[in-house]
């Protein structure tokens, strides 16, 4: 269900809230998909150059080692980059995810008693993607952590 507001009777004040709260939202979420794709493609990166040694491990030469390194060095660099560049912003967002969730939880457990069905049926839809966003955002930099791993 969607529902839009008429900003036609509204003043500026309530146009400017309503515009800075929907942009609060959407700026650190799109923050948060574009490390996710940063990182899977450093990710992706990794692999290849995994690959590569895995294939022609039994064919060394100086010239592949040093390529290697090289591909190796970047790819460490450019994801120490990517932490110093996006880690405050993921420990204040997945901070504020789970503390969002936590305490959106306890309000509608407080407040069951007081509220309808169909306002409940509501209120727990939103706790849900509350929960579905911070496993996205948790999860993530562990699945491509696993995916990187050493092990074959």
Known sequence: MLFLVDFSNKS???????AFAFYAKLVPVSVLILYCCMAWLVSSFYEIVMEDVNKKVNKL???????????MALISELMYNLNQCFGMI?????????????????????NITLRTKSDLASVIINMLSKFLILLLVAYTPEKICRSVSLSP
């Open 61 to 71: 030469n100086k010239n592949a080692i040093r390529r290697w390194k090289y591909s």
């Open 12 to 18: 500026l004040y309530k146009k400017a809230t309503f």
């Open 90 to 110: 993921l420990l204040i967002s997945i901070s504020h995810f789970f503390i969002d969730w936590i305490t959106h939880s306890f309000y509608t457990v407080n």
